[in-house]
């Protein structure tokens, strides 16, 4: 955090009241970087030239032994490196320039890398441009930048390494390089081999075996082969003019999987045959055949789902799909449709004699889209998941015991998913709610399925949340009429935890229409006889047998929020804990009005003990796998974010990075929060950023953002960049204050709920007593984009907005297409962001009263529209109609289109013009600068083209 140590404890709370208004202000510590005020000489603020140096602090990475830490470091510039560092901040840190994906040895002596090329030089290259292997030897905390790579994996044990090359085309493999790190640097037979045409690799679990598959010019000798480092023996398990994909270990032993490709001269694509090594040491491999054998003649075993073992290793899983035939043309018809022409001039009769020979050639068929009523997914959605639908499968099971196969899958828009092992799958039917369901609602009944015999049990009808399980549960959790249940999945009986009470977020949480959700799931207790379930603040441990609950935390009397940490490196991130018994629970902590946060520690047994909270935002723990060393970042508004290593009791804590020192040769603003409460009786906060050259005895003018809730980014450190065009940072230094507030949003009202939170926030601002009331502005995207053209309609406080991407009339847009993903608006617009509810037809008057267009008379606000022209996501027609409304009624209005721009600019000279033309609008109309003359005078096409030309 650019230097600076954190000090615990709240900055405080201050009030301040102007007229009736009563305001809380949650204070931060100010820091060095803050701009010097009482006489002191003024920090310089930001210039666009500064932006390019300014750093952004990526994942980070305790090895194995706590001894390293390795961190990613990005500029604005778009340049990168890996930062290697002692873990107790002792040193100056190791530079890997363009370094990505970091690995540690398991024995914490080596770290390897992509090295890549700086970004000119990529974009600037005329053909590919491939990363190398870099191996850092951390004994000496030395770099070595290696031959080109497509990817690398260490063995388990840290002391064999294998780095797959680049392969010359896409019909080869590439060469695979197998060595000791120690010796890469000793006589060429020192420890290395060379294994050539290497599709794919993978090391075994616990292991010293790798496999591979092979794939050669000639296809004859593909094949799969397994190699042994401590032998240095290479040996053929399969080959064969095929392809071999889907390589798997079964953990921790010998058993290997893999499929291979079987093509038909009368089907179309291949299918694949799976062969199972029980031991790849010894033995053939047993196979199931795609033809011949236990697969039906119609099925295709497919690659796409991969190959999944079951937890005890005699059964595994796979995807399988309809093998569809070849297309056969009838007899006497070739493949032009010759026959099939003259057979139709033929039957035309004495009306075909003198037609001209423009007519003698056939009509093919018209290039048209049938768009029905009763399809479950429109034609747009087909089309742009066509890939997706052609790679879905049903999931089947070979059980090796009694060589067993069984196709558990019905539907192929119903995946099965696996439980207890693979003991079970699970499996929504969404036939009984297919109409809801193309309108948001995510309603279904859910089975389980027997995967020995695939039989069919009801675990829960009418479910709107979906089931809670996964490969290691035994149990499924269902939330339904407001409590949870824990279902056995071998007996299917039902308990309910914590006698029925509910655990279901409220509106001012969850301001959707319809059924509102619970607060989450936290992870399951090892074993399975216990999980952890949320409430608004705390974590209970639920007995999944006799439905008893325990609260973990005491966050509801702290107005604290605590929620568990999954501290496995490979969980994705969504994915629920799994707490060994015995070991802690590890919890993030967020004060819910101060929005400080940090860490707690407890028993399954006991209370939760909160070892670090700052105000700052404290995220990302990482733990050794023994527990003695932690790591973590912090950040503010106003301070660089930086890693922390500590011990595992988070204590002698030390900060080993440190991103943007210079920080303190700028002006830097500061965050703080207001509290206000809505006419609707929401208690909400905003965040009110600083101008970075704050001057107390002064008044500055202020952009309002706004979206949804946003108070929760209150410690976010922000760099400026020009690329980022809705820039919290460049307005702060442009010498703005910044308002974000939170909105609840009533269903069937979005608009008037966003003016009523809109106003008291601003109320808020001003009681501070140091914005300007007269120079006001709005600003937002997409939804925040909607309440930028509303607002304005129906208040005349702000001096200007500035409109990206926005809905912009309620009665034309619910009737729109989603057309990035296919996804009708009708779902989104009553269920989802929009909280409509109903169909326009069915609130008239409540769609009218929220629609930016219906009010379009009543804009007094200069306005500035931003629209890609190929938006996928808000139709560019909204802002179209918008502008041409506007202009009819003789508004200030302009509407800036990006040519080929999708929902969000991604193209850098738009990007930058956007974020310097917003900078030219307020810079107008709340600071009175002179005005561009795109403002007042537009840009006819000819000056268009005259500036495109340069």
Known sequence: MSGRQHSTGFGGCRWVRAGGLVVALWALPATPGAAQQGGEAALPTLAADDYARFERLGAFELDPSGRWLVAAVTRVDGDGELRVHRADGSAEPLLLAHGTRPEFSSDGRWLAYRKGVAQAERENAEGPVHDRLGLVDLSALSDTVLFEISGFAFRDDGRQLAARGVAASDSTGADLLVFDPATVFGPADGGRTMVGNVDAFAWQDDGSLLAATLKTQWGTTNGVVLFDPESSTLRTLDSGDAEYVGLTWWEDSQQLAVMRSLESDDREEVSHDVLVWPDVRSGAPRVLAATGGRVAPDVRVTPYRGITFSADGRSIFFGVRPWEHKAVEPDGVGADGDAAADSTREGAGNDAEGESEENDDQVGPADVQVWHWDDDLILRAQEYRATQIARQNHLAVWHLDDDAFLVLGDDLEEPVTLADGGRWGLVADVDPYRFERRFGAGTADWYRVDSRTGERRLLGEGLRFGVVSDMKSATALIYDANAWHAVDLASLDRTTLAAGRSFTQPLDAYDYPGPRPSWGFGGWVEGGSSALVYDEFDVHLADLTTGETRRLTDGEAEARRYRVVNLDPDASFFQPARIEAGDPVWYSVIDTQSKASGYARGELDGSAETLVLEDARVASLGITEGGERAAFRMERWDDSPDVFVADGDLDDRVQVTDTNPFQSDFAWGRAELLDYTTDAGHDLQAILVYPADFDDGQQYPLILYQYERLSDGLHGYHVASERDYYDFQAWSQEGYFVLMPDIVYEPGRPGPSALDAVQHALDAALATGHVDPDAMGL??????????????????????????????????????????????????????????????????????ESSPAHFIADLETPM??????????????????????????????????????????????????????????????????????WITEGESWVERDERLKG
């Open 779 to 848: 600003i937002g995207h997409s939804w925040g984009g909607y309440q930028a053209t509303y607002l304005p309609t129906r208040t005349d406080r702000f001096a200007a907005s500035v409109a990206g991407a926005a809905i912009t009339n309620f009665m034309s847009f619910m009737g729109a297409v989603h057309w990035n993903g296919g996804l009708p608006e009708t779902g989104h617009w009553e269920t989802g962001q929009a909280r409509m509810a109903v169909p326009y037809w069915e609130d008239m008057e409540g769609h009218l």
């Open 864 to 933: 500035l529209l931003m629209h890609g022209d190929d938006d996928g996501v808000v139709d560019f027609y909204q802002g179209l109609e918008f502008y041409n409304y506007a202009r009819r009624a003789g508004k200030e209005v302009v509407l800036l289109v990006y040519p080929g721009a999708d929902h969000g600019l991604s193209d850098e000279a738009q990007q930058v013009d956007y974020h310097r033309r917003i900078l030219e609008w307020f810079g107008h109309y709340l600071k009175g600068e002179p005005a561009a003359g």
